[in-house]
């Protein structure tokens, strides 16, 4: 949204001529100015039109101002939504308590000053237009953070092949060789040193398909995400001493789309990457849970917990690492949250709507 976008201000009032007054003082405005002449075509009105203040008389036949603001707040759409109560009569405190308990912002008493009406209608018009504006940056950049981290996915996938297809090949044909000069008869210190090339070059292939796999395990293309999350689990547990189990429910579980499996396995490589780094656990556990078309991804330690702050990630407690989580839930529509189980710490990440595998979709067409 521009700047200079209009937005809409809804005037309600059941006298006609009342309306055209309030056209005419707000007219300077340059906004758009919507008119309802009861309670009901207002509420119709706001179902389908995006309004950034409802200007309303207190006393009309059928719904009353209070009744109408209490109506509009129930709505979730509608709580923000700022209104302002015009009255020909005095109301006293207990009625101006009444109705900023039903969602009223401000009040003006009649006569109407046209310089005031103009200056809190624009004040909170433009409150809302900067809240739209906000909106649409936080759409672009979640937008622009969820393009960055499938080009990251997409890089660490290319860099895996890479290391495999490149330097895996090149040091697996060295130890080849140094195997087939080992076969050849050579004084004993050239056999002992060339067994130990051969030992080292060994050692530094197990490591670069090690970390060809950490970076994309193609376990998670050909077998999918129970296949990929088995095989990190099991070197997790080999490589930190960390105890970790696996639980799918239900236990067959189906392939999902290619961004959702693959942020999943993002979510659970990094959440235990901070469990080893951070928690001094023992244990940890990864469950995922499929019902109604939905997805409840948690991982369990039993070790010494977050700070509080951390665990209701308030700005500037939490790291890359959970930064990232939660930045990947965001992108599959989902929502992170944190707890101190005592012991440990329980990561949720609930994904309320799962897109299917393409080709199994396909399939079952």
Do not use: C
Request: charged share 25%; net charge negative; no cysteine.
């Amino acid at each position: 949204m521009s700047q200079h976008e209009k937005v809409n201000i809804l005037m309600v009032d059941d006298q006609p001529s009342k309306l055209l007054t309030y056209e005419v003082m707000l007219a300077e405005l340059g906004e758009n100015l919507i008119k309802a002449n009861s309670g009901r075509e207002a509420l119709e009105l706001l179902l389908n039109t995006d309004v950034a203040v409802v200007l309303m008389d207190v006393s009309m036949p059928e719904i009353d101002g209070f009744e109408l603001a209490g109506i509009i707040r129930q709505h979730p759409r509608f709580q923000k939504i700022a209104i302002i109560f015009i009255s020909a009569v005095h109301l006293t405190d207990l009625d101006r308590l009444k109705g900023y308990q039903r969602g009223a912002v401000d009040y003006i008493s009649v006569p109407v000053v046209p310089e005031l009406l103009r200056a809190k209608v624009s004040v909170f018009a433009e409150l809302h237009r900067k809240a739209l504006q906000l909106e649409t940056l936080n759409r672009e950049l979640r937008r622009l953070s969820s393009r960055l981290m499938t080009a990251q996915d997409e890089e660490r996938r290319r860099f895996a092949w890479d290391l495999h297809d490149g330097v895996g090949q090149e040091l697996a044909a060295a130890k080849i060789m140094l195997d087939s000069m080992l076969q050849q008869p050579n004084t004993r210190g050239q056999e002992k040193g060339i067994a130990e090339a051969s030992e080292i070059v060994d050692r530094a292939i197990r490591q670069v398909r090690s970390m060809s796999h950490l970076l994309h395990p193609p376990l998670l293309d050909e077998g999918g995400l129970f296949s990929a999350l088995r095989w990190f689990l099991a070197g997790m547990t080999e490589r930190t001493g960390i105890k970790t189990s696996l639980d799918l429910q239900p236990p067959e579980f189906p392939r999902l789309s290619t961004l959702v499996e693959r942020n999943v396995f993002r979510i659970v490589q990094e959440a235990l990457t901070n469990v080893f780094r951070h928690s001094e656990a023992r244990t940890a556990s990864v469950t995922l849970v499929q019902k109604e078309n939905s997805l409840l991804v948690t991982v369990r330690d039993d070790g010494k917990g977050v700070p509080e702050e951390t665990a209701q990630l308030r700005p500037g407690s939490i790291g890359v690492g959970i930064g990232g989580i939660r930045e990947r839930a965001r992108e599959l529509g989902g929502e992170l949250r944190m707890t101190n189980a005592k012991p440990g710490t329980v990561l949720e990440i609930l994904i309320p709507a799962m897109v299917p595998n393409p080709q199994e979709a396909m399939a079952t067409a």
